[in-house]
């Protein structure tokens, strides 16, 4: 990781290595923020980014366990909103070019984003790229219940279980949490989940007496080369002063800012006997890969990531590819755009957090290598 850093791939990184549920490895290196100099702590804050939707997904599976609704039911029944959906024709040049949903959409399809929904983010150019953009559904001054209302009238990019696209599924988990629960989704998090988790450091914003430890935030020198050295500073790219103040939109898909020691508290409880609120059925239900026979995840327009399916939650591991360690079948695993990773190999006994503040810094080859390495060093032979 040093050698990352050193190379001007990384401003910083900060790591935990779990064994067998035991904290074996925590370390830090590089810089919080590049141009003051200041060196990078384990106490820094950092940009979860999509690293939020393993939280709603718990947040979710939390309430189905206490009987508030089934995996499998439409999710119309709570949002009418999204019943009766239309789905565009394959090749589709316009949004009226559509056809009805064969089936509705279920919880269990939006936790694996199978749902046919889309985000307006990894495909640009579109018909629903520009929908979305139009509809301001990734907007921070709108609310959840404004979001799923601004939903309503969109079709589906296909039939619900037919294939995989990363969406706006999550932020609507969040908002069946609030219709569920009777609470604010930030009030749901804190008081049944983040709270008695001790983890005091993640929220929607960062509390202005913890401002200084929140990380610069960088670019690499050029996205689609992610190895070429270079690094520029972007605070403030979502909006001004970016979580550093409540805004309306409590995004379940994108929304937290976290700590080191906060995410290793999280997955650690996901671990066997952990203190996650989650039955020992469930948490293997939500590493289990979710999508049928053959269909892989697919990143916007890029090929499918032959190999990985979903989970509840995160990708799961159905056979290794050539940069995975070996031996990683079922590894559950995501990240987030800010480069801040985790993952579970179960058959190993070994998880790991991974944070840094790298944009477009998702499966990076950094997190790749760093993976290979812990495995090496640590994995039973």
Known sequence: MRRYVDAGLLPGASWAV??????????AVGFADLEAGTPLA?????????????????????????????LDEPIGRRMPQLADRRVLRPGATSLEDVEPARSPITIRQLLAHSSGLSYGLLDPGTPM???????????SSTTLATMVDALADLPLSFHPGTSWEYSIATDVLARLVEIASGEPFDAFLRERLLGPLGMRDTGFFVPPADAHRLCAHYAGADPLVPMRPG??????REYRDAFLGPRPRLSGGGGLVSSLPDTTAFVRALL????????????????????PEGLWIRLGASRAVRGKGYGLGGAVTVRPS???????EDEFQWGGLGGTHWWIAPRQGLAA????????????????????????ALAPT
């Open 322 to 328: 050539s940069i995975d360690p070996p031996g990683s």
């Open 129 to 139: 790229y520009e929908a979305y953009a139009a509809r301001r559904i990734l907007g």
């Open 42 to 70: 384990r106490d820094h804050l950092f940009r979860a980014y999509s690293n939020t939707k393993l939280v709603t997904s718990c947040a979710v599976l939390m309430l189905h366990e206490a009987g508030a609704f089934d």
């Open 272 to 291: 066997p006997g952990g203190a996650m609120p989650l039955s020992p059925r469930i948490r293997a239900e939500m590493m289990r890969n979710q999508l």
């Open 231 to 236: 690094l520029s500073r972007l605070d403030g």
């Open 353 to 376: 957090v991974v944070m840094t503040q790298r944009h477009l810094g998702f499966w990076h080859p950094f997190s790749f290598e760093f993976k290979r390495e812990v495995f090496a």
């Open 18 to 27: 779990l064994r067998d549920g035991e904290l074996v490895d925590e370390r």
